[in-house]
């Protein structure tokens, strides 16, 4: 065998197995008697063997159970190359409000040996970051999603080969990943039952997008018919309102938010709960031109709490999301994950919101 010692030529061979996809993550190992055999080794030999595997954090070991291959890289990445980037896909490259994420993650990150990247998809489609992510020497990914179903070609593909993913603000719809969100149900039900303890009774809901196409749309959305069926206010005008503004069905948004407005004022709606502050923030721009004063003619609660929503006038009442806890959590999340891999729960980590009252509601 030359001059390389025994233990080495079975790190090395089990080393190309983990590579070809031959062993995968997750599968067990032999054991070090069935190593001793196979290579015709002591057992001192085949346990220095797997010794170096698990040092090399290449295979975890669980006691009584055996050696399983680790998550740390997916098949088709050089074991010998293993970094410690994270990567952050987000589909802007500045949005005011939204940018703690960043601050978030790093402020875990700094604990460790792993350092951030940020890739944008303002230019290049999600799809292309995700493929290209996944070919590069990354240890994992944060993603961002524009919509919980789109590019499920590509994540599906992340799932299968068990790469260290997770997502943030939304989850992908029929994939079971590891997901950081804020509480959208809670926070607008909070939206919803302020506008009515402040006597308003009939309340619309209005969002950019279809429902089907977020599920942090969709959780709000049900968030607030909660809130107006447990204050017993499910109203079938305003239900037929609401339908028809949960999405944007026209490239000329300042038309679309016309029509809500003036859709509203007729239907005698007196509250309105959106999807985001910067529709909030739009309609009051809006409502000021065509001569309505918010609070006065009509009462506005935002989501997000951006920036913008305390430099406004009239300042937005909003549901603030924590952003900086959502990136922190998700950067704990996705290193356990990488590191500790059987021992990290799937489940969901919701994040709390709370409102933030200042001056776009008015009680009637």
Do not use: M
């Given at each position: 065998m030359g001059n390389i010692p025994l233990?080495?030529?079975?790190?090395?061979?089990?080393?190309?197995?983990?590579?070809?996809?031959?062993?995968?993550?997750?599968?067990k190992l032999p054991t070090e008697a069935e190593i001793s055999k196979e290579y015709n080794v002591s057992r001192i030999t085949s346990k220095r063997a797997l010794t170096e595997l698990e040092n090399a954090n290449l295979i975890y070991r669980v006691q009584g159970k055996g050696s399983f291959v680790n998550s740390v890289l997916p098949a088709n990445r050089s074991l010998d190359k293993a970094s410690k980037e994270i990567l952050l896909i987000l589909p802007f490259t500045h949005n005011p409000g939204l940018g703690d994420y960043e601050k978030g993650i790093n402020e875990y990150l700094a604990g460790t040996e792993y350092t951030l990247n940020i890739q944008s998809n303002t230019i290049v489609g999600q799809g292309k970051l995700l493929q290209a992510a996944l070919q590069s020497s990354n240890s994992g990914i944060i993603f961002y999603p524009v919509s919980s179903i789109t590019d499920l070609g590509i994540l599906y593909q992340c799932h299968l080969s068990r790469f260290p993913f997770i997502t943030m603000d939304k989850g992908v719809e029929g994939i079971p990943f590891l997901s950081v969100v804020?509480?959208?149900?809670?926070?607008?039900?909070?939206?919803?039952?302020?506008?009515?303890?402040?006597?308003?009774?009939?309340?619309?809901?209005?969002?950019?997008?279809?429902?089907?196409?977020?599920?942090?749309?969709?959780?709000?959305?049900?968030?607030?018919?909660?809130?107006?069926f447990d204050y017993d206010l499910i109203d079938h005008s305003v239900n037929d309102v609401t339908e028809r503004y949960l999405k944007h069905?026209?490239?000329?948004?300042?038309?679309?938010?016309?029509?809500f407005i003036q859709t509203i004022l007729e239907q005698g709606i007196t509250g309105i709960v959106t999807e985001n502050d910067i529709i909030a923030i739009e309609i009051i721009q809006i409502a000021k031109e065509l001569g309505l004063s918010v609070p006065d003619d009509f009462s506005i609660v935002g989501f997000d709490n951006i920036h913008l929503a305390s430099f406004v006038e009239p300042k937005l009442t909003t549901i603030s999301q924590d952003f900086g806890t959502m990136g922190y959590l998700a950067a704990q999340s996705l290193i356990q994950l990488i590191e500790k891999p059987h021992e990290q729960s799937m489940e969901t980590v919701v994040v709390p919101v709370k409102l933030i009252e200042r001056q776009t509601v008015r009680r009637l």
């Open positions: 233990y080495q030529h079975i790190v090395i061979a089990l080393k190309t197995k983990i590579e070809s996809g031959e062993l995968k993550i997750g599968d804020s509480d959208n149900f809670d926070g607008a039900y909070q939206a919803t039952k302020h506008l009515i303890e402040n006597n308003h009774k009939k309340i619309a809901f209005i969002s950019s997008l279809k429902v089907e196409y977020s599920s942090s749309i969709r959780e709000r959305y049900l968030g607030y018919l909660k809130a107006l069905d026209d490239d000329n948004g300042r038309e679309y938010y016309i029509r």
